[in-house]
């Protein structure tokens, strides 16, 4: 079992920057598949950022390519997103996804383990 802890979400004026971290409870994490999702009232989880194992490549949504950089840290069993230049559509509770396969998807089902999520809020 593989627990996710999440944290650095919080309140942001438009144009700021917040980093999210995803503290993984187990040391095999470093070679899953690392992801963020994040789900805004009313509407369905969205992929936003996949880094996979062991080359660390990454994949972004488009609407956030170029704003956020999602980063793992395998010695201390961390994934982090780095979010720059926020807007507000960009507010939503955000979740760290994890997966035993390397290879990172977009898809919120190929995920085993979630974390609780953490609430971004961005004014405009």
């Known amino acids: 079992q593989v627990q996710l802890v999440e944290s650095g979400g919080g309140l942001v004026q438009a144009g700021g920057s917040l980093r999210l971290s995803c503290a993984a409870s187990?040391?095999?994490?470093?070679?899953?598949?690392m992801a963020w999702f994040r789900q805004a009232p009313g509407k369905e989880r969205e992929f936003v950022a996949t880094?996979?194992?062991?080359?660390?490549?990454?994949y972004y949504a488009d609407s956030i390519k170029g704003r956020f950089t999602i980063s793992r840290d395998t010695a201390k069993n961390t994934v982090y997103l780095q979010m720059n230049s926020l807007k507000p559509e960009d507010t939503a509770v955000y979740y760290c996804?994890?997966?035993?396969?390397?290879?990172?998807?977009?898809?919120?089902?190929?995920?085993?383990?979630w974390g609780q999520g953490t609430q971004v809020t961005v004014s405009s």
């Open positions: 996804a994890a997966d035993p396969q390397p290879m990172g998807t977009r898809r919120p089902v190929d995920y085993t383990y």
């Open positions: 187990r040391r095999a994490f470093g070679t899953y598949a």
């Open positions: 880094i996979d194992w062991p080359a660390g490549a990454t």
